[in-house]
T-cell receptor, first 113, second 111 residues
């Protein structure tokens, strides 16, 4: 059983479209995260949620909106996609926000044409 | 500040030891991590060390932490071709679990 899963694995879309990436964890963790990895492999946190409540919101354009319907899911919706949004997006989860190890999903490669 | 630095590339021969170095800036970090990323794959947690420890050993992996110099290293003994990957150092910045990653060190293991 996959601990942290993401769908889709690949996403190719046109500029200006709206798309969503889904993340689910079956570890029973309370905290979930979204990270962005750019073409140079640099990883940066975007958001984190603890028990469906937003606790970290880095300087991310408001075209990006995370949604947590329950503590096992954290979806990322992106409006009006731009070329610069092309990246690999990773979801992660941990039991506690500060002290616990984060486990990552396999990533979603987003390509905006 | 939030800054984690790593060298970008390391090349070793199969069977040698590899040492990947990392420096960080946040002295209040409670945990420091090493993650491995194989091509086209996600991040796999390799090991972590609590900030009050100097060393942690886990099979072929040895983590050394020098808190005074804010320096972390990962030693892989008997490096194999399957160890070829990008290795990321990360610190747990104490604001709700934000992980600050280094740029990643690409390890190339030659037969």
């Amino acid at each position: 059983d996959t601990a942290v899963s993401q769908t889709p694995k690949y996403l190719v879309t046109q500029m200006g479209n709206d798309k969503s990436i889904k993340c689910e964890q079956n570890l029973g963790h309370d905290t979930m995260y979204w990270y962005k990895q750019d073409s140079k492999k640099f990883l940066k946190i975007m958001f984190s949620y603890n028990n469906k409540e937003l606790i970290i919101n880095e300087t991310v354009p408001n075209r990006f909106s995370p949604k947590s319907p329950d503590k096992a899911h954290l979806n990322l919706h992106i409006n009006s996609l731009e070329l610069g949004d092309s990246a690999v997006y990773f979801c992660a989860s941990s039991q506690e926000a500060v002290t616990d190890t984060q486990y990552f999903g396999p990533g979603t490669r987003l390509t905006v044409l | 500040g939030e800054d984690v630095e790593q060298s970008l590339f390391l090349s070793v021969r199969e069977g040698d030891s590899s040492v990947i170095n990392c420096t960080y800036t946040d002295s209040s970090s409670t945990y420091l991590y090493w993650y491995k990323q194989e091509p086209g794959a996600g991040l796999q947690l390799l090991t972590y060390i609590f900030s009050n420890m100097d060393m942690k050993q886990d099979q072929r992996l040895t983590v050394l932490l020098n808190k005074k110099d804010k320096h972390l290293s990962l030693r892989i003994a008997d490096t194999q071709t399957g160890d070829s990957a990008i290795y990321f150092c990360a610190e747990n910045y104490n604001q709700g679990g934000k992980l600050i990653f280094g740029q990643g060190t690409e390890l190339s293991v030659k037969p």
